[in-house]
């Protein structure tokens, strides 16, 4: 999804017109109206904190995998009764949950494609912020925002289920050490934002999971985040898309996660259409946003020559990725199937 939802219109008029339509819509909803180019576009020669080369532009630049997987995400996050309390009593997300959709998506993009100055302004004003969010939750537990322990969870849910989006519904999906690598990298916002102890590996997750499930369980709160996914929108189509997509999310949860939250989607439903229906939805998003201005900023930054570099001095960020190996299952599996370790991980 990061920086793939934009583009320009064109071709036959009326396909035009509906292709400008729904890129207005999608970029309204995801972004905002403003993209930033700033952040992406300068200074020649800056990958950013990760560049063109890494398998987290790659992971990020999926669009079903990102939105899917951002909705499990939401899901899987609420199920940690401190992470839950502390969203419950400081955010907006009830009252304005597409401006937080913009925050969310704004600060993924950035920390993945901006420059390495843009990536390190977002995560510094992260950090400014997390202090302030402090109480106590239901259970008289006190929480805090900057808890490394809550900052690992959440980094933890997030990639964890972008990659299971992404092993879902792009056409090549990663190979095994491809996984470890995506976990290895995007560990570098979590370290930043003051996160320990962070999973850099699948059979790493696979015992971080094992470890922290015991804390998780549902709440009033977190069952209030499933039903705004499912009555998200702001017009008809936009909410029978969120509902398609977060139909698709509950796909990827572990088995116990669904059982938390109450979900009884069975899983013929959940392989036989909520997925292929989600695959096609991604589909028209693709086709409506075409080249992404976002990346081919990014793109163009990262690979440009250095600023007083010598003439064929190629960027770092310019070199090829390593051949793919074959692919590999996902980090999160196919619903009910034992992950590593006999634990049930999807």
Known sequence: ????????????APLAALRARLLAEINATVHGQDLHLERYDRPAG??????PASVVWRVHGHPAGMLVGGFAALLLQSLHPLA???VDAHSDFRVDPTGRLHRTARFV?????GSTAAAE??????????????GTAADGRAYRADDPELLTWVHTAEVLCFLAGHQAFAATALSAAECDGYLAEASLVAERLGATAIPRSRSEATAYLARIRPELTVTPAALEVLRLLRGFGRSRRERA???????ASIGLLPGWARDELGVRRPRLV???????L??????????????SQIRAAAHARATARPEGAPRGAVPPAAAPAAPAAPAAPAVVPPADRPAAGGSVVG
């Open 121 to 134: 302004a977002a995560i510094a004003a992260v950090r400014r912020i997390h202090p302030r969010i402090r």
């Open 1 to 12: 999804m990061v920086g793939t939802i934009i583009g320009t219109a064109g071709g036959w």
């Open 278 to 291: 989600a695959r096609t939805g991604g589909r028209v998003m693709v086709w409506a946003c075409g080249p």
């Open 241 to 247: 898309a969120v509902r398609l997509l977060t139909n």
């Open 46 to 51: 800056d990958p950013g904190l990760f560049g």
């Open 84 to 86: 839950m309390a502390a």
């Open 109 to 113: 993009t950035t920390t993945t494609l």
């Open 270 to 276: 959940r392989s036989g259409w909520d997925r292929p």
